[in-house]
Nanobody, 116 residues
Framework: QVQLVESGGGLVQPGGSLRLSCAASGFSFDSYAMYWYRQAPGKERELVASIGRTGTNTNYRDSVKGRFTISRDNAKNTMYLQMNSLKIEDTAVYYC?????????WGQGTQVTVSS
């Protein structure tokens, strides 16, 4: 059974940090490119960051460049998103996503709230 389980979300003040994790099981993790998406209330889901199968190819949306870092540990079947200098506009549910050819998997999401 394929599972993607996000964790690490929570409430943080502006300027703070959080580290999200996405634990994968039920598929060959190291054969999949991985993605972090987010969806704020009333908005479309948007791509935040992506990482290639080996972890050497990463990409970020402009609004998080220099603040967020995506990484993966294929030995642990886990992907991470280190989020620093958080802003109120980063508030959203964050989802991890795995893609390989015709296969697409989603996690259930973890809430990140940035508020003073």
């Amino acid at each position: 059974q394929v599972q993607l389980v996000e964790s690490g979300g929570g409430l943080v003040q502006p300027g703070g940090s959080l580290r999200l994790s996405c634990a994968a099981s039920g598929f060959s993790f190291d054969s999949y490119a991985m993605y972090w998406y987010r969806q704020a209330p009333g908005k479309e889901r948007e791509l935040v960051a992506s990482i290639g199968r080996t972890g050497t190819n990463t990409n970020y949306r402009d609004s998080v460049k220099g603040r967020f870092t995506i990484s993966r540990d294929n030995a642990k079947n886990t992907m991470y998103l280190q989020m620093n200098s958080l802003k109120i506009e980063d508030t959203a549910v964050y989802y991890c996503n795995a893609r390989n050819l015709g296969n697409v998997y989603w996690g259930q999401g973890t809430q990140v709230t940035v508020s003073s």
